[in-house]
T-cell receptor
Framework: GIQVEQSPPDLILQEGANSTLRCNFS?????LQWFHQNPWGQLINLFYIPSGTKQNGRLSATTVATERYSLLYISSSQTTDSGVYFC?????????FGKGTRLHILP | DTGVSQDPRHKITKRGQNVTFRCDPISEHNRLYWYRQTLGQGPEFLTYFQNEAQLEKSRLLSDRFSAERPKGSFSTLEIQRTEQGDSAMYLC??????????????FGPGTRLTVT
């Protein structure tokens, strides 16, 4: 089946720093989403981005489907950005999450 | 649009008991998904419905698990004869097709199950 790898698994940054999270996948996909899971467990939609680039405030994402990767950029990190970031892929009717990147933003 | 809701938010049960969880999707979303998430892992797909039809079931969904969506609106997930390994967060999501192959998913807050 399709494999999803996220890197790095853990990231600790000082408030104000920038970060890049990566999602590699092993096969073509129909769609790709990025989620943020907050400390209470709620999954929050960040981007629906099967290809191309999108920006929303301090966050932006780029998916290069032909090279099978997606990147999530967080600029000027805030403590509220802490949590786990997941990419999730859908191919046909299979929906697969990566293991996530755990981000800690220190004040 | 009130978002996806799940009930209960927490459930503690003794091994061997049956439990049932409910999910109310975003209104007019025709697809509804169930996932399970254990500590330190990403959510794992269990099953999904399009309207009232259950279209896909993961091998993770053992015979003790059953899901229904009788009228194409809310869904229930029942676990019979619970085991300690069933302890996890159970997440529900819904989506509405915006075009072929899209189906952006929106998640509920989850039901955290603890089996003692």
């Amino acid at each position: 089946g399709i494999q999803v790898e996220q890197s790095p698994p853990d990231l600790i940054l000082q408030e104000g720093a920038n970060s890049t999270l990566r999602c590699n996948f092993s096969d073509s996909v129909n769609n790709l989403q990025w989620f943020h899971q907050n400390p209470w467990g709620q999954l929050i939609n960040l981007f629906y981005i099967p290809s191309g680039t999108k920006q929303n405030g301090r966050l932006s994402a780029t998916t290069v489907a032909t090279e099978r990767y997606s990147l999530l950029y967080i600029s000027s990190s805030q403590t509220t950005d802490s949590g786990v970031y997941f990419c999730a892929l859908r191919r046909d009717d299979k929906i697969i999450f990566g293991k996530g990147t755990r981000l800690h933003i220190l004040p | 649009d009130t978002g996806v809701s799940q009930d209960p938010r927490h459930k503690i049960t003794k091994r061997g008991q049956n439990v049932t969880f409910r999910c109310d999707p975003i209104s007019e979303h025709n697809r509804l998904y169930w996932y399970r998430q254990t500590l330190g892992q990403g959510p794992e797909f269990l099953t999904y419905f399009q309207n009232e039809a259950q279209l896909e079931k993961s091998r993770l969904l053992s015979d003790r698990f059953s899901a229904e969506r009788p009228k194409g609106s809310f869904s229930t997930l029942e676990i019979q004869r619970t085991e300690q390994g069933d302890s996890a967060m159970y997440l529900c999501a819904s989506s509405h097709p915006a075009g072929r192959y899209t189906y952006e998913q929106y998640f509920g807050p989850g039901t955290r199950l603890t089996v003692t």
